[in-house]
């Protein structure tokens, strides 16, 4: 059974940073892509980022272009998000999820398996 568990989200003042984490178990890691996802109260789950099974692909939202870098542990299983330069825009919760295969994902249907999520909080 796929289980993901994200930690690292709190609360941050604008400019600042955080760094997420995803620790994935269940089956062989290194097969499959991973994403970042993002809700905001009243707004619909987004992407915000994204990787192949390798790390040699990444997709990234234009809202987090520059700021945001997505990047994988194979051997030890994680999936991590560096932010920077925080905006209260960013402010959500954000789930990791992964999907049945290697390839680059970026649609929400193609992602299968999802984490609890963990709050992120910029205030200004």
């Known amino acids: 059974q796929v289980q993901l568990v994200e930690s690292g989200g709190g609360l941050v003042q604008a400019g600042g940073s955080l760094r997420l984490s995803c620790a994935a178990s269940g089956r062989t890691f290194s097969r499959y892509a991973m994403g970042w996802f993002r809700q905001a109260p009243g707004k619909e789950r987004e992407l915000v980022a994204a990787i192949s099974y390798s790390g040699g692909s990444t997709y990234y939202a234009d809202s987090v272009k520059g700021r945001f870098t997505i990047s994988r542990d194979n051997v030890g299983n994680m999936v991590f998000l560096q932010m920077n330069s925080l905006k209260p825009e960013d402010t959500a919760v954000y789930y990791c999820?992964?999907?049945?295969?290697?390839?680059?994902?970026?649609?929400?249907?193609?992602?299968?398996?999802w984490g609890q999520g963990t709050q992120v909080t910029v205030s200004s």
């Open positions: 999820a992964t999907t049945p295969y290697g390839r680059l994902a970026t649609t929400h249907s193609e992602y299968k398996y």
